[in-house]
């Protein structure tokens, strides 16, 4: 909340009182946002596609691997549920559900159940195996 306050003190002012306005004071339209800022957070950050398509110096043409805000969502999603060791939070599926707003544990475990480790060790296993059957 403090850097939001020190941000609107801070902002471009305008007769709207926005938090987030474009240079004038103004709303902000979504395609901007894509475009001006999303587009070249994922190209510095080295998230982009080929287009198929190559320059008048024969290069390769690189792209925004992402076209909407809705990435991020996605972004947020593997963040919680990543391991720390690998940067994450590493939170239980029913946590990321409760965080994510789905409805059902099965909308976050048929979106997101590849990123969730898999928890099934081999070596434990054939010890068990070995084990129990000797």
Not at 51 to 68: H, Q, S, V, W
Not at 77 to 84: D, E, G, K, V, Y
Not at 124 to 131: D, H, K, L, Q, V
């Amino acid at each position: 909340m403090t850097a939001l306050r020190v941000w609107r003190a801070d902002c471009p002012k305008g007769d709207l009182n926005l938090v987030f306005p474009n240079t004038e004071g103004n709303i902000e339209w979504h395609a901007n946002i894509v475009k001006r800022w999303l587009h070249p957070a994922l190209e510095a950050a080295g998230v982009i596609a080929e287009t198929g398509e190559t320059d008048a110096d024969g290069e390769r043409i690189m792209e925004a691997k992402y076209t909407g805000l809705h990435a991020l969502r996605h972004f947020y999603a593997s963040w919680c549920i990543n391991r720390p060791e690998n940067g994450g939070f590493g939170l239980p599926a029913k946590v990321v559900q409760e965080r994510m707003g789905h409805s059902s544990i099965v909308v976050t475990l048929d979106t997101y159940g590849h990123l969730f480790p898999k928890g099934d060790d081999a070596s434990a296993m054939n010890a068990a195996t070995a084990s129990l059957l000797g």
